[in-house]
């Protein structure tokens, strides 16, 4: 190895610690200081082209650089259903799990499952990159930090992602087949995972790149009362019919007000589906399409995944595990919505 990999200094460890939890107190409207975020953005600028300098030494030993930027842009409109005489028929469908957790953490958890030897036999795990539609990576470069730029912190997911292919338009997806991991997550400072890991035991994985309809129009729709029933002259709520099933979506939530807008999204989701079955992965981490700043309604895109897994298309147990990785900390956003509609349901 180069004696130019260094891990980060103690300094920038301990900054982006205390980034991570203020990042994540951002959902109840904190507000930082303009020169304190300033200082918090530059951090994660030394990140991204320490980042870019360790890869560089990393592939070039693990002589991958010619796998790390490679990807493949593909369309809906020239990616047709799948064949189910390509179906790997596992024994037994997958149950969905969603966990409150980082995309990349939960890809490694996989890789650490003795029961997906087999799937890895034959593919990496595949995630997704929640992309920005105009620019390769997001604001990785800039001290920005959403999913995106989370990804290409710790990997060499950005390598692959061209400039040429932007911007995406609405039906396209970037298929990179081959992304080291090389870093530890924010939360733990962004440490380089090698050391003391070895190059050679550093996690890959793939990742399908696709971007969210950016702030679609939205409805909220509202809890109904109970309704009342009539007996002669009276009428009361009633209390001794049996319970109704829960709505799916509690209390106040948004729904996409065009129906054209649900149609695409579902439409996305469909080609990933596709292109992670055409390059036979069986392990797969999904998550929040659209639902941070891009501003999609949660409880619609998670109800959007499961039409979408359980459409015949999709039928005959073409996955082993399928996760859906939602990071909420605090636990009071949008992994409770993906929870309840989506875990311990088989696709």
């Keep these: 190895m180069s004696e130019e990999m260094k891990p980060p200094s103690q300094s920038i460890i301990s900054t982006l610690r205390i980034f991570a939890e203020r990042f994540h107190q951002s959902s109840s409207c904190h507000k930082y200081e303009d020169t304190e975020e ?15 300098t360790e890869l560089k030494h990393l592939l070039n030993y ?15 409109k020239n990616i047709g259903r799948l064949n189910f005489k390509d179906c790997p028929c596992l024994p037994s469908p997958a149950t969905i799990k969603v966990i409150n957790g980082d995309t990349l953490n939960t890809a490694i958890d996989m890789l650490q499952d003795p029961e997906a030897k087999q799937s890895l036999e034959k593919s990496y795990p595949l995630i997704i990159n929640f992309a920005s539609h105009t620019k390769p990576g997001g604001g990785w470069l800039n001290g920005a930090m959403a999913q995106e730029e989370s990804i290409c912190y710790r990997s060499s997911l950005a390598l692959s992602l061209d400039f040429d292919d932007y911007p995406l338009a609405l039906e396209e997806a970037i298929y990179s087949p081959y992304v080291l991991v090389m870093r530890c997550d924010v939360e733990s400072g962004h440490e380089l995972l090698s050391p003391p890991f070895p190059p050679e035991e550093l996690p890959v994985v793939s990742a399908i790149t696709i971007a969210a309809l950016y702030q679609p129009a939205t409805r909220k729709i509202m809890h109904e009362p109970p309704r009342k029933k009539q007996c002669g002259n009276s009428s009361w709520f009633s209390s001794s019919s049996p319970p109704s099933p829960p709505p799916l979506y509690r209390g106040e939530n948004e729904r996409f007000e065009r129906d054209k807008d649900r149609n695409l999204t ?45 459409e015949h298309e999709f039928h005959g147990n073409w996955w082993r595990e399928v996760c859906f990785a939602v990071h909420d900390p605090k636990n009071n956003g949008n992994f409770k919505v993906f929870h309840e509609i989506l875990d311990g349901k088989q696709v």
Excluded: D
């Design 62 to 76: 693990l002589r991958t650089t010619s796998s790390a930027e490679l990807s493949e842009k593909r369309s809906f």
């Design 266 to 310: 579902k439409s996305k989701m469909k080609l990933v589906l596709r292109m992670a079955a055409r390059r036979k992965h069986e392990l797969l981490v999904l998550g929040a399409l659209g639902c941070g700043v891009y501003a999609n309604p949660p409880a619609e895109i998670a109800q959007c995944w499961l039409e979408v897994l359980e």
């Design 38 to 52: 300033e200082r918090q953005r530059e951090v994660l600028r030394e990140t991204a082209r320490e980042t870019r």
